[in-house]
Every structure is written in structure tokens, then in C-alpha cells.
């Protein structure tokens, strides 16, 4: 076997040859194939001939036994279960730490080296005699015991100050929070801080990104202290949290398994008219008509987008908000896409006040990588195909209740126009002594010689002749809103309508 055999041995230098042109010639010669060195451990993608040089310079990695990476067949169910290279620690940090994309930047020799130390560490049994518990497991298991029952942070250092002695010694249970942070930190996806205008008319970013005052209303960036008025420099007034999508969608893809489950809408749709996913709607089918090279690659991805507000202090009095903005992958099959480890939290809007109408200006840097990835497309490394493609998504639909419908459609959901489907056709009547509007009409929908029609005592008094209204279509809301100028911002002011105003304009807000 070439791990035990000596490197410096004609036999060993014949088999490192064998070895790396017969798996070049079993996946069909490609530039670059993973290299199983001590070095690389499966976990970048070498040239064969830098492969070959590894091997007799570095040696085969020693748990590498079985080379499933590398087209050997593995025998047996039980044996396919058990298959783990190094553990699930490994598999963790292969993940998050390392670029193993073939034709991508390759790891360093200092990221190599850390992530060997990591590895290394996470591995680690608790006890030097624990069979249950590794380094990474124990501070993982606790850490989510303390996010389910909400401990506080000084709760949970003194448990673990005493879990600590308790423990046989020598043990390698952490002391402290920050401690755990640091450890889980090479997990972390990374988000984004964006400085946000008090007023909710822009954000620092690209042009704005220095300024210290927004445009429109002069407002500060930074805070204000309430008793001197003067200007805190280092803390900003409000503060956007963004997750960047798109490394996160690299990583998905990072995962064999996950690779192959984001397929399966591909091959799981049904012809017989009812519908189990997302993939058998009649929107699914528009964009396989409208897109067919999008929809020629089952990859690409359908996303929704979901948002609404809430109090994350369970405390009415209080008027804080909190909108977390979250995306959907319907790729995956049904037991999968809506379950809560497969919902992307994206965006994070908290303040003293909800966005409202002015959620367009948070949704700026999610709507920018969207474009991207609709227009140009992002290089993945596919785990289940071994090989890079250029990633699409697509977002599909939002789901909201219906104020926050109104929020990001900026359309009208109450007042004279408050239906959405009826648009300015709406039939709405002002209760005087009620102060409220009621909306009739209803009888539209029925069948032209449907009895309910005629009957004027029923409902409002009078015979309904009309018939229903015509659903708004995406280019006819586009031609009415083409010109229409949006006053991003929560000023003191309130917008008055114009006497002159069109009555198609008057449902939309933005």
C-alpha cells in the first residue's frame, strides 16, 4: 500500500504514478484532481503531476485507506454508513475553512497548517478515557443547551467553571463564553455592519460610504447623546446587519449531499396536475418557458423571500422592531426547504422604528447579489459532480402577511384602494358614522347569470352588472410606475395627494 510502503523505492515511485494516471484516466482527464498527500488530505485540487511530487515527497495521508475520493467502490451498506474521513469535526471544517474548488485559489501552506491545528484540537477526546464526547461535540451539545434555554452569559461561564472541575484532569472543557466564541468562530459566515441613515433615507455604502450625514435631511450618522446633544463618533445611529448569500450558497454546494438534494426538484416533478412542491406551480413552469437555459441546469436556484416584524423583547410597551428578512430555497425537497436549518436569514432590520414603505433602502446590498447572480452568475465548486459551474438564482415570490405585502409591493393595502387584486377598480364605500371604508363588488366574480346578482336587498341595493376586473400584469404595472418618483425617508411631513393626481397612481405608494 502506498501508505506503508517507503517513498524512496522504484516500487513506490511506479505505484504513486499508477495511482494518480489511473484516477486521471477514471474521471476522464481533468486539469486538476484532489490530492490525498498528509499535506492536502482531500482537501484541494492539485494538477496531477504536483499530485505525484506530493505523494513521494509528503506521503499518503495515513487515514486515507479506503480511496472512495478517487473512484475505488466501497463495499457493503454498513461500510457506505461509517464512512467518514476523520469525523465529523473533519467534515465541519472542510467546509468552513478551506477552498477546495478545482481552478479556484488553492489553500495556503499557513491555511493548510491552521486547519490542521484546528482539526487536530476538535478532535481531541474530552478525557483522555471519553468515548462520547470530542473537544468540538461538548462545546457544540453546551452551547445549544444555552440557546435553548436562554442562559445568560455569566450562568453559563459558571457552569462551565464547574464542569470544568469536575471532569477527570486532564480535561479540555473550556472556561468561558469568549472562550467558546473564539473556538466556533471558524464556522462563522461572516455578516456585514452597514451604517443606515436615522430616517431611513439611505445607506453608507458605496458612493455614501464616508459621508457623515445623509443628503436629504441632514441627519447625522453617528448617534446623539441625549443629555450633552453632542455627537458620538464611533457608535452609528442605526446599523443594517447583512449576511452575504452568496458565500453561503458556495457553501451548500460544498456538501455532496446537499449537492444532490438541491437536484431533486429536477427529477421528482409530477404530469398528473396536482401539486407536492413548488416545482409542479404554474410559476415553475413560466420560468422553464420564459428562461429555458436558466432552467436547462437543475442548480440554479428558486428562491422566496420572506419578512415581517416583531418585538424581540416580548414587551408591548415597548416600540422596538425587529424584521429579519429570510430566503427560501425550493430546490430542496419538501421535508427539507422549510425546515429551519435551510431558511437563510439574510438581512436583519432592528431599530426604534419598522422601515415601513423605506424597507426598498434596506433590501439594497440582498437585491444587488441577486442581480448578480440573475445576470452574471457566481463559480461554485459542485461536491457531488466534482467540477465548477457558474451558480444562477432567481427569486420566484415573497410571503408576507398582508401589511408587509403592502410594505414590499408598495402597493395599497387599505384605504380606497386597499385590494391588491382589484387595484383601482376596487369598490369601496366611506361608512360615515363608522369612519371606516367597506368594500363591496364582490359580486363581480359570479357568473353573469348567477341569481345572487340580482338580488339588491341582500347586499347594497343595487343590481351587479359589472364583471370581474382584469388581474394587473407585470408590464402594465411597470407602465404605470415608470415615471413615478419615490421620497425614500420618514420625514415630519406626510405626503399629500395632488388634486390633479392620475387615479392609477394613487394605490401605490413607491
Known amino acids: 500500500m502506498l501508505i506503508l510502503a517507503c ?9 504513486a504514478w499508477n495511482f494518480v494516471k489511473s484516477v486521471e484516466k477514471k474521471f476522464g482527464h481533468p486539469e486538476k484532481i484532489l490530492c490525498p498527500c498528509r499535506s492536502c488530505r482531500n482537501l484541494s485540487h492539485q494538477p496531477v503531476n504536483e499530485v505525484y511530487e506530493h505523494l513521494v515527497i509528503k506521503g499518503m495521508d495515513p487515514t ?7 473512484g475505488e467502490d466501497v463495499n457493503g451498506d454498513e461500510e457506505m454508513v461509517g464512512l467518514n474521513v476523520g469525523g465529523d469535526a473533519y467534515d ?20 493548510d497548517q491552521k486547519f490542521n491545528e484546528h482539526l487536530n484540537d476538535a478532535e481531541t477526546p474530552l478525557y483522555p478515557s471519553c468515548k462520547n464526547y470530542t473537544k468540538l461535540s461538548a462545546i457544540v451539545a453546551l ?14 461561564n459558571g457552569m462551565l467553571e464547574i464542569l470544568h472541575d469536575m471532569l477527570p484532569s486532564p480535561n479540555h472543557m473550556i472556561k468561558s463564553m469568549q472562550e467558546t466564541k473564539f473556538f466556533l468562530k471558524t464556522f462563522d459566515l461572516g455578516f456585514e455592519k452597514i451604517h443606515a441613515c436615522v430616517n431611513d433615507c439611505c445607506l453608507f455604502r458605496g458612493n455614501e460610504a464616508n459621508a457623515d450625514i445623509c443628503r436629504k435631511f441632514g441627519a447625522s450618522r453617528w448617534k446623539l447623546d441625549k443629555h450633552t446633544k453632542k455627537i458620538k463618533k464611533s457608535v452609528p445611529a442605526k446599523v443594517l446587519i447583512y449576511f452575504p448569500i452568496i458565500p453561503r450558497f458556495q457553501r451548500m454546494f460544498r456538501s455532496k449531499e446537499m449537492a444532490e438534494e438541491l437536484r431533486w426538484h429536477f427529477e421528482h416533478k409530477r404530469g398528473d396536475g396536482k401539486m407536492d412542491h413548488p416545482a409542479d406551480s404554474a410559476a415553475w413552469e413560466l420560468v422553464d418557458d420564459k428562461w429555458p437555459t436558466f432552467a436547462s441546469d437543475p442548480r440554479n436556484l428558486r428562491l422566496g423571500l420572506a419578512t415581517d416584524g416583531f418585538n424581540p423583547f416580548s414587551n408591548l410597551s415597548s416600540t422596538y422592531s425587529c424584521w429579519p428578512v429570510m430566503l427560501v430555497t425550493y430546490n430542496l425537497p419538501p421535508w427539507l426547504c422549510m425546515k429551519k436549518e435551510n431558511i437563510m436569514l439574510s438581512l436583519l432590520i432592528h431599530g426604534p422604528r419598522q422601515p415601513g414603505n423605506d424597507i426598498d433602502i434596506y433590501l439594497q446590498p440582498l437585491i444587488d447579489d441577486l442581480k448578480l447572480l440573475w445576470n452574471e452568475g457566481a463559480i461554485v465548486y459542485d461536491a457531488f459532480d466534482n467540477t465548477n459551474f457558474n451558480l444562477r438564482a432567481l427569486l420566484l415570490w415573497t410571503v408576507n402577511d398582508f401589511p408587509a405585502y403592502g410594505n414590499l409591493a408598495g402597493c395599497s393595502t387599505k384605504g380606497k384602494f386597499a385590494c391588491p387584486v382589484c387595484a383601482n377598480d376596487t369598490k369601496s364605500r366611506w361608512l360615515t358614522f363608522s369612519r371606516k371604508f367597506a368594500y363591496m363588488g364582490h359580486r363581480r366574480f359570479l357568473p353573469s347569470s348567477h341569481t345572487a346578482r340580482k338580488k339588491m336587498s341582500w347586499f347594497d341595493g343595487d343590481v351587479e352588472k359589472g364583471s ?10 411597470y407602465d404605470t410606475l415608470e415615471n413615478f418618483v419615490n421620497e425614500w425617508g420618514k420625514s415630519s411631513k406626510k405626503r399629500k395627494r395632488k388634486e390633479d393626481e392620475d387615479e392609477a397612481m394613487m394605490m401605490w405608494k413607491k
Open 7 to 15: 517513498r524512496v523505492t522504484d516500487d513506490y515511485l511506479k505505484g
Open 92 to 111: 465541519l471544517y472542510r467546509a468552513a475553512f478551506m477552498n477546495d474548488e478545482a481552478g479556484m485559489e488553492e489553500p495556503t501552506q499557513m491555511a
Open 64 to 70: 486515507y485507506t479506503q480511496w472512495y475520493f478517487h
Open 468 to 477: 370581474k376586473p382584469r388581474i394587473m400584469t407585470g408590464r402594465r404595472i
Open 143 to 156: 452551547y445549544k443547551l444555552k440557546t435553548t434555554y436562554r442562559m445568560s452569559n455569566r450562568c453559563f
